[in-house]
């Protein structure tokens, strides 16, 4: 089992960064492909970025140069920087965690991000 605590969520103005973290804990880290989604108001939940565990990262089109998603297996943490940041990225953000073996899915609590002036 693993548990995700998210972290770095908030208010920003257009134009500016945020950077979520996500903990991991109760697990191996490293054996875990890790991933963030969105999901705002009326919309469907979308993948924003997903790192595997050898580190390889994948990029939602929308947010592909803005957004940067790294892992540290020390500190079994997986971060996303985010700039230049738009409304339209106003969202609840989640962590996800996906059991290279088995496939479990584990999810952290969410973060709210909103981007207003």
């Known amino acids: 089992q693993v548990q995700l605590v998210e972290s770095g969520g908030g208010l920003v103005q257009p134009g500016g960064s945020l950077r979520l973290s996500c903990a991991a804990s109760?697990?191996?880290?490293?054996?875990?492909?890790m991933a963030w989604y969105r999901q705002a108001p009326g919309k469907q939940r979308e993948l924003v970025a997903r790192i595997t565990s050898s580190g390889s990262t994948k990029y939602a089109d929308s947010v592909k140069v803005r957004f940067t998603l790294s892992r540290d297996n020390a500190k079994n943490t997986v971060y996303l920087q985010m700039n230049s940041l738009k409304p339209e990225d106003t969202a609840l953000y989640y962590c996800?965690?996906?059991?290279?073996?088995?496939?479990?899915?584990?999810w952290g609590q969410g973060t709210q991000v909103t981007v207003s002036s």
């Open positions: 109760g697990s191996i880290f490293s054996i875990y492909h």
């Open positions: 996800n965690a996906d059991h290279l073996f088995t496939r479990n899915n584990y």
